[in-house]
């Protein structure tokens, strides 16, 4: 099953998917990769809908893509005296240590790493940014704020920090649980949520030993100031605009999700655009003007993967939704100005020989017009490196390791499949030619280029392009 389109759909799942009939129809609609939320899946759901996408990938023989995304820290106030207050703008209200319920005055804060943190000047934004509050004095157990954004104030509201960095782990006790559980059930990508620095991606890293691939969410400010260390040590990255557009002025998540898909595309790692793409789509069949432009603009930018939330996992058309991201996504890429645009930000290949030979490749197929670039991959580099330079023909991702097909199942463009583990480069040639024809991405007479480390199934050793002819019986001559 070849998609009619490069940019990779990512679909959530939950009540209104939690059905199998439902998962196929979605994949069958266009996800490459499921996403399932462990802030609201228990492990025993969690297992099933593996399982499930595990026997549709079979019947259709696609490797699916399993993206897990953990919860991360919740920071949120204590309890409330009759349930909550009125906050006025201007008033001083204080956040403490006391585990009393709150007032008109005062609230509990059950997070003394929080209150460690402040200093005067630091915003909190309480309640998605519905109200704001400006430190003006602080000590390890108390904090007295200025309301600057009044408004209802309740019991466990959500507490955002734009201007603290937290000396607090991006994994809680739930997190290592949820993490290992889906581990043991074979997602192949864990995200990170809420990550403020490089070492939150590194102690995720050590759990996970390589048993999945480790994308980190980009919904902090403190991220955003550390990018490049955090993307240098994560496998993908995402645009959470959602949480980004809370701590961060809303006008900025524009300029933003393109520094941040800019920065994946130079480093080469996919990067995912999420939050409200369709939000509408939630409740009505249709999405609005505005959404679409939103959903083609991710497209133009050159986005790996679009990604879809609430819209698929509680909303009431997600297969339609599913259905109209696709046709989005397979329309931008039919415009001229599609191809033209990614290749005036394709940057300068890096001084490896994997870069030089991948931009090499790149410019070959399109100046031979070649039918497609076949990625020999052990460990996905390969595809990933070929992606990079957003080639006109197709690429086929070919790994000896289903693990690897699954992971680049979110890369851009990236059709995935395995295949035997041979050590005969003839050999291994032939046989990607013919699966190549057998997925009816090249046709008799066309020729391909293919990529490859030598000696096979060396991880990272890219350092060969070898120019094929597709003949008549799907192999090669």
Known sequence: MRRQRRTKIVATLGPASSEPATIEKLFQAGVDVFRINMSHTPHEAMRAFVNTIRSIEQRNDRPIGILADLQGPKLRLGAFRNGGAQLEAGATFVLDSDSAPGGEKRAHLPHPEIL?????????????????????????????????????????????????????????????????????????????????????????????????????????????????????LSDALMVARGDLGVEMPLERVPALQRKIISAARRAGKPVVVATQMLESMITTPIPTRAEVSDVANAVYEGADAVMLSAESAAGAHPVLAVETMNKIAEEVEREPEYFSGLASQRVAPEATGADAISAAARQIAETLDLGAILCLTSSGATAMRVARERPKPPI??????????????????????????????????????????????????????????????????????????????????
């Open 116 to 232: 460690e943190a402040l200093r005067p000047g630091h915003r909190l934004l309480i309640d998605d940014g519905k109200l704001k509050l400006t430190v003006t004095e602080a000590t390890n157990n108390r904090a007295v704020t200025r309301v600057g954004v009044g408004g209802r104030i309740s019991d466990r509201k959500g507490v955002s920090l734009p201007d603290t960095i937290l000396n607090l782990s991006a994994l809680t006790p739930k997190d290592r649980g949820d993490l290992e559980a889906c581990l043991e059930a074979g997602v192949d990508w864990i995200a990170l949520s809420f990550i403020q620095r490089p070492d939150d991606v590194a102690e995720a890293k050590k759990l996970v030993r390589g048993r999945a691939a480790v994308l980190s969410k980009i919904e902090k400010p403190q991220a955003i100031n550390a990018l490049e260390g955090i993307l240098e």
């Open 396 to 477: 086929i991702a070919l790994s000896p390791k289903i693990e690897t097909v699954r992971r680049l199942a979110l890369l851009w463009d990236a059709h995935c499949a395995q295949m035997g583990d041979e050590k005969d480069i003839d050999v291994t040639i032939k046989r990607a030619c013919a699966i190549a024809f057998r997925e009816g991405i090249v046709k008799v007479g066309q020729r391909v280029i293919l990529v490859a480390g030598v000696p096979l199934g060396t991880p990272g050793a890219t350092n060969m392009v070898r120019i094929a002819y597709i003949s008549d019986d799907g192999g090669v001559e």
